[in-house]
C-alpha cells in the first residue's frame, strides 16, 4: 500500500507560478514510476510528467519548457514545478505511483490559472 498527498495547489494569474508536491508513505525509490496527472472538468485524466526510479523524465507536449517534475528521495517527496501558467492549465492534478504493478492515486488539488 502507498498513500500519496498532493498539496500546493491554489489560484493563481495567468503567467504566474505554483509548486506541487506529493508526500509519500514510502520510500519512493521502491517505486517503480511516479508522475502528475491532471483532470479538468468533462475531459480524461491525462499525464501531466512522469518521473521513473532511475531519474528519466516525460512531460505532455502542452507542457514541455514550462513544467519540471523531480523528488527528494531523502522526504519521499515528488514535485512539479509549474512556470508560465496558462488558463488551459486549470484542473485536478493528481499524484500517481506504479508500485508492484499497481495504480496509486492521490485525492488531487486543484489548480486554477485566472485572472
Known amino acids: 500500500q502507498v498513500q500519496l498527498v498532493e498539496s500546493g495547489g491554489g489560484l493563481v494569474q495567468p503567467g504566474g507560478s505554483l509548486r506541487l508536491s506529493c508526500a509519500a508513505s514510502?520510500?519512493?525509490?521502491?517505486?517503480?514510476?511516479m508522475g502528475w496527472y491532471r483532470q479538468a472538468p468533462g475531459k480524461q485524466r491525462d499525464l501531466v510528467a512522469r518521473?521513473?526510479?532511475?531519474?528519466?523524465?516525460n512531460y505532455a507536449d502542452s507542457v514541455t519548457g514550462r513544467f519540471t517534475i523531480s523528488r527528494d528521495i531523502a522526504k519521499n517527496t515528488l514535485y512539479l514545478q509549474m512556470n508560465s501558467l496558462k488558463p488551459e492549465d486549470t484542473a485536478v492534478y493528481y499524484c500517481?505511483?506504479?508500485?508492484?504493478?499497481?495504480?496509486?492515486w492521490g485525492q488531487g488539488t486543484q489548480v486554477t490559472v485566472s485572472s
Open positions: 500517481n505511483a506504479l508500485y508492484t504493478s499497481q495504480d496509486y
Open positions: 514510502i520510500n519512493i525509490f521502491s517505486i517503480a514510476a
Open positions: 518521473i521513473t526510479r532511475g531519474g528519466n523524465t
